[in-house]
């Protein structure tokens, strides 16, 4: 279908949103991005972006800009809390980069904003979206309402697009917290701890650490409960003495950006003119490192099943039949996996890291990588851009 006569609402601008409002806007579409938050440039810690995620920002230019931000991960592993290596994948490392989360927002919204065919509002908080198109929103402390040929939902876990259409939408009780930050006091470790805490991760971004741990112990959920700084700090120096200098970098409680796990599963991703990507649709646990990422993807396939297709309905369907598959194995396997890495008994983690996951280390195939990437590299990078 021809796209250069639409024009289209993207509720949201993190990175799923912000894609999608550049990929169409290049295919000639006219966007307006609604954006709740005032200034969403300096959001969120860190995140890791895997080769589906780079392909599709490779694809709209970014290569040169995140070369320049990202540090690679290298050949990743999870160790115990002794330090003692209980899973590396096989074969060559995946290709993986941390970047901080806000200077990916800021690449992106620097795009956006560069792009005449996109109407960026912040501080716009939408209230209500119907199927028929129509988006009210509040900004500026009045409300207004558009009108859209399509709405694209990138508004994430409390999604208002979704509230708006019959999207069948379950939403799991919330789970473990996790806890992130950026710091600058000792070198990343570059490793995944599982540990009688629970897991502890540390990798380089650029002036700094990507810190992230999950609150897997009774005493480390009663620090934040708490929010005592040294409890929390002290409970993960017990079990994982080498998160100590870590963790010494975080001056206050309040520095910590700690949610729990949300979990989202929609059927069907569409509903009239409404269409749901990333979170809003499929909310996963973290333990792949595949939540943004997916978003990413979501926006290149949305893009190309509207291109291939002659009308909307049929664009929006195919979207849903090519993505919702794959990005429900990935959650299935991110759920199971963080699970794993939940265990607290002695005896199960002795199990686990003596025994599993040496086990699952042998027996995994570097096969198993590319079908938790959804989309081949190639294919995504072959999308038509503008």
Same mark, same amino acid.
């Given at each position: 279908?021809?796209?250069?006569?639409?024009?289209?609402?993207?509720?949201?601008?993190?990175?799923?949103?912000?894609?999608?409002?550049?990929?169409?806007?290049?295919?000639?579409?006219?966007?307006?991005?609604?954006?709740?938050?005032?200034?969403?440039?300096?959001?969120?810690?860190? $995140? &890791?972006?895997?080769?589906? /995620?780079?392909? @599709?920002?490779?694809?709209?230019? !970014? *290569? #040169?800009? +995140? %070369? =320049?931000?990202?540090?690679?991960?290298?050949?990743?592993?999870?160790?115990?809390?002794?330090?003692?290596?209980?899973?590396?994948?096989?074969?060559?490392?995946?290709?993986?980069?941390?970047?901080?989360?806000?200077?990916?927002?800021?690449?992106?919204?620097?795009?956006?904003?560069?792009?005449?065919?996109?109407?960026?509002?912040?501080?716009?908080?939408?209230?209500?979206?119907?199927?028929?198109?129509?988006?009210?929103?509040?900004?500026?402390?009045?409300?207004?309402?558009?009108?859209?040929?399509?709405? $694209? &939902?990138?508004?994430?876990? /409390?999604?208002? @697009?979704?509230?708006?259409?019959? !999207? *069948? #939408?379950? +939403? %799991? =009780?919330?789970?473990?917290?996790?806890?992130?930050?950026?710091?600058?006091?000792?070198?990343?470790?570059?490793?995944?701890?599982?540990?009688?805490?629970?897991?502890?991760?540390?990798?380089?971004?650029?002036?700094?650490?990507?810190?992230?741990?999950?609150?897997?112990?009774?005493?480390?959920?009663?620090?934040?409960?708490?929010?005592?700084?040294?409890?929390?700090?002290?409970?993960?120096?017990?079990?994982?003495?080498?998160?100590?200098?870590?963790?010494?970098?975080?001056?206050?409680?309040?520095?910590?950006?700690?949610?729990?796990?949300?979990?989202?599963?929609?059927?069907?991703?569409?509903?009239?003119?409404?269409? +749901?990507?990333?979170?809003?649709?499929?909310?996963?646990?973290?333990?792949?490192?595949?939540?943004?990422?997916?978003?990413?993807?979501?926006?290149?396939?949305?893009?190309?099943?509207?291109?291939?297709?002659?009308?909307?309905?049929?664009?929006?369907?195919?979207?849903?039949?090519?993505?919702?598959?794959?990005?429900?194995?990935?959650?299935?396997?991110?759920?199971?996996?963080?699970?794993?890495?939940?265990?607290?008994?002695?005896?199960?983690?002795?199990?686990?890291?003596?025994?599993?996951?040496?086990?699952?280390?042998?027996?995994?195939?570097?096969?198993?990588?590319?079908?938790?990437?959804?989309?081949?590299?190639?294919?995504? +990078?072959?999308?038509?851009?503008?």
């Amino acid at each position: 279908m021809d796209l250069a006569s639409m024009k289209i609402v993207v509720v949201g601008a993190a990175s799923g949103g912000a894609a999608a409002a550049l990929l169409l806007a290049r295919a000639g579409a006219r966007v307006t991005v609604l954006e709740r938050v005032e200034s969403p440039r300096a959001v969120g810690a860190g $995140i &890791g972006l895997a080769d589906n /995620g780079l392909a @599709v920002l490779e694809s709209l230019g !970014f *290569g #040169a800009a +995140l %070369a =320049a931000v990202a540090r690679p991960v290298g050949a990743p592993r999870i160790v115990d809390g002794a330090g003692r290596t209980i899973f590396a994948p096989p074969g060559p490392p995946p290709r993986v980069s941390m970047v901080r989360r806000a200077d990916l927002q800021s690449l992106l919204l620097d795009a956006v904003g560069a792009e005449t065919r996109i109407e960026l509002l912040c501080g716009a908080e939408v209230v209500r979206a119907a199927p028929d198109g129509r988006v009210g929103f509040r900004a500026a402390g009045r409300e207004q309402e558009l009108a859209a040929d399509l709405v $694209i &939902g990138a508004d994430g876990v /409390g999604s208002r @697009v979704r509230d708006g259409g019959r !999207f *069948g #939408a379950r +939403l %799991a =009780a919330p789970g473990i917290p996790y806890l992130r930050a950026v710091v600058s006091s000792a070198p990343a470790l570059g490793e995944e701890a599982w540990t009688a805490a629970g897991l502890f991760g540390s990798f380089a971004v650029a002036d700094g650490v990507y810190i992230y741990a999950s609150a897997g112990s009774r005493r480390t959920r009663q620090a934040i409960a708490a929010r005592d700084l040294g409890a929390l700090a002290a409970a993960w120096a017990a079990a994982y003495p080498p998160s100590a200098p870590l963790l010494a970098g975080v001056e206050r409680f309040e520095d910590l950006l700690i949610h729990p796990v949300q979990r989202v599963d929609c059927a069907p991703w569409h509903d009239g003119r409404l269409v +749901l990507v990333g979170d809003a649709a499929h909310a996963m646990a973290p333990n792949l490192g595949q939540g943004a990422n997916s978003a990413l993807v979501d926006a290149a396939v949305l893009l190309d099943e509207l291109r291939r297709r002659e009308t909307l309905t049929a664009g929006l369907a195919a979207y849903e039949a090519r993505r919702r598959p794959a990005v429900r194995r990935v959650a299935t396997a991110a759920a199971r996996l963080g699970a794993l890495a939940e265990w607290t008994h002695p005896l199960a983690r002795r199990v686990r890291d003596r025994a599993l996951m040496p086990l699952a280390s042998r027996l995994a195939r570097p096969g198993d990588l590319a079908r938790l990437l959804q989309e081949p590299r190639e294919t995504l +990078l072959a999308i038509p851009v503008g």
